[in-house]
Nanobody, 121 residues
Framework: QVQLVESGGGLVQAGGSLRLSCAASGRTISSYSMGWFRQVPGKEREFVAAFSRSGGKDYADSVKGRFTISRDNAKNTVYLQMNSLKPEDTALYTC???????????????WGQGTQVTVSS
């Protein structure tokens, strides 16, 4: 089992940047695909970005070119660098882990508590 703890959220103006971190414990993240998802109250959780065990990456169309997912296996941590933030990026961002590959949230096995990102206009 793997435990996930996110950090790095906060309040930022439109056009600004934030870097989210997801620190894992219990198991090494190299054994999992790691994903970032976000959710706004009243809406379904949506896929943001994911990193496969083999190094492949995928992004939601809405964040391509602005967000970058990466991981540091030595630190057992996954990052989400978010640039050119927009008010519509405001959400609770949560990282998740899965054995195998998917960008579908309900297929992920382990979840953190999330970190709030608020982008002001």
């Amino acid at each position: 089992q793997v435990q996930l703890v996110e950090s790095g959220g906060g309040l930022v103006q439109a056009g600004g940047s934030l870097r989210l971190s997801c620190a894992a414990s219990g198991r090494t993240i190299s054994s999992y695909s790691m994903g970032w998802f976000r959710q706004v109250p009243g809406k379904e959780r949506e896929f943001v970005a994911a990193f496969s065990r083999s190094g492949g990456k995928d992004y939601a169309d809405s964040v391509k070119g602005r967000f970058t997912i990466s991981r540091d296996n030595a630190k057992n941590t996954v990052y989400l660098q978010m640039n050119s933030l927009k008010p519509e990026d405001t959400a609770l961002y949560t990282c998740a882990a899965k054995r195998g590959w998917s960008i579908i949230s309900y297929e992920y096995d382990y979840w953190g508590q999330g970190t709030q990102v608020t982008v002001s206009s």
